[in-house]
């Protein structure tokens, strides 16, 4: 590694004095740091393809916004969590030096998480492109109304879904939206695709999991606006018979690892409040 980059959340004014001490400590050692706010797209993207490592100083968010530049590049995150639930971050605050000697003396390992493509189609043209490391999210704008989505899976009709609206999520947005609505839990490296329908109304329920190489199709049927979101920070008013087309990106995120790779569950157990068993088999 020879240029790091630290992203500092710009609501969070300890974020930012911590990206400048761990700029002073990384040059002190011999390495180039940038330091940058983790909301401005602008700029990450015109320096990120000049570094070997992204550092996130926030929450989740600030990690999303961060891969889905950064897979472009291959250029690995490194999240230090000072938000709230921190799913994706690996570092706490206070042991930012500790783990930072790991990852810069090569102790550490590369996680790679697949993405999302998803385009959003309207009378024959494809309008936008985008990227998600979550999810891409179909549903009602402000009314509180049905509305209806024709799911198709490689061109074949799947069901028509009557609700809130429905999730495509990669492995990742498993513990984010999807586990909300009641969809299943899966390895962050698996590659696959997770349907979760949002409160269904006499429709489809179930959670579908489909293999990444499959290509999502739906189809928007309402008289009122719809709202196409990704990874839950940009939304897109979605039209009737506007269709949205998703399947697995050829970019993927990497994160940087320090702790062992069963790390994923214990983090889970964590963030869910669940306390360690006792009394199991072994115990005693």
């Known amino acids: 590694m020879k240029a790091i980059g630290i992203l500092h959340h710009p609501k969070i004014p300890a974020s930012q004095s911590l990206s400048t001490e761990i700029a002073r400590w990384i040059e002190a050692r011999g390495y180039e740091a940038w330091e940058c706010s983790g909301w401005d797209d602008e700029a990450i993207r015109a320096r990120v ?69 998803a385009e959003l189609w309207r009378g024959g043209k494809c309008l936008q492109r985008h990227v998600a490391l979550n999810d891409v999210v179909v549903s009602r704008g402000c009314l509180a109304r049905v509305i209806r989505l024709g799911a198709d899976i490689d061109g074949h009709r ?16 498993c513990t984010a939206y999807a586990l909300a609505c009641g969809g299943p839990i899966l390895p962050p490296e698996l590659r696959s695709i997770l349907l979760v329908p949002i409160a269904p109304h006499l429709s489809l329920d179930r959670a579908i999991v489909l293999a990444d190489g499959a290509t999502v199709s739906i189809r928007v049927c309402t008289d009122h606006v719809a709202v196409l979101t990704i990874d839950g920070q940009s939304a897109i008013d979605l039209a009737h018979d506007d269709r949205i087309v998703a399947h697995a990106s050829p970019h993927s995120s990497l994160f940087i690892r320090t702790q062992g790779r069963g790390y994923f569950y214990q983090t889970l157990m964590e963030r869910l409040g669940n306390p360690h068993e006792v009394g199991g088999v072994g115990d005693g």
Do not use: C
């Open 158 to 173: 799947l069901t028509t879904y009557h609700g809130d609206g429905l999730i495509v999520s990669t492995p990742t947005g």
């Open 49 to 117: 393809a000049q570094l070997d490592l992204l550092i996130t100083l926030g929450g989740d968010g600030t990690i999303l916004r961060a891969a889905r530049i950064g897979a472009l590049h291959r250029v690995p995150i490194l999240g230090i969590n000072m938000g709230r639930l921190g799913f994706l971050a690996e570092i706490q605050p206070a042991e930012w030096r500790e783990r930072l000697e790991e990852v810069l003396r090569g102790d550490y390992w590369l996680e790679k998480r697949m993405m999302l493509h």
